[in-house]
């Protein structure tokens, strides 16, 4: 997660593979590739906060919970709280569409988010193989 928010990456995550292959992400089951990682392990994930689509309760997938609203111009930047409590940034052009404190009803398309091995299992690999005593990457 660290590379990724350093990256520019928003709205990331690190949740373990269900045992059936797949992440739960707010109401949205996302496959895991085998390669990637095995149930019961840990993957990282990330979602653009415009891909996060904001809605009544009665029209989403999922529900959460609105901490705050920032009116950024023509748009707004919602802070949501997911049933799990993790919490999600997301952007929408109706400033009057959620209040703080409200819920509503979010949904997010599986083709926006990305996956990737968790940092953990990434940063041992590098170690173990790839990196001299100089902290450089071996090419």
Do not use: F, M, Y
Not at 12 to 25: C, F, Q, Y
Not at 28 to 40: E, K, M
Not at 103 to 131: H, M, Y
């Amino acid at each position: 997660p660290t590379a990724a928010r350093l990256l520019g990456a928003r709205n990331v995550h690190t949740e373990p593979v269900r045992a059936d292959g797949t992440l739960d992400i707010a109401g949205t089951v996302v496959p895991i590739a085998p390669a990637l990682a095995r149930p019961g392990t840990s993957v990282t994930w990330s979602v653009d906060p415009r891909d996060v689509l904001v809605a009544t309760t009665a029209d989403g997938v999922a529900t959460a919970h609105v901490l705050d609203v920032i009116r950024l111009g023509a748009i707004s930047e919602l802070r949501l709280k997911l049933p799990g409590d993790q919490e999600l940034t997301a952007i929408a052009a109706d400033h009057d569409l959620c209040a703080p404190g409200q819920k509503c009803a979010i949904t997010i398309a599986p083709g926006t988010i990305t996956v990737w091995a968790a940092e953990e299992t990434v940063t041992s690999a590098l170690t173990s193989r790839d990196i001299h005593r100089s902290g450089r990457i071996r090419r």
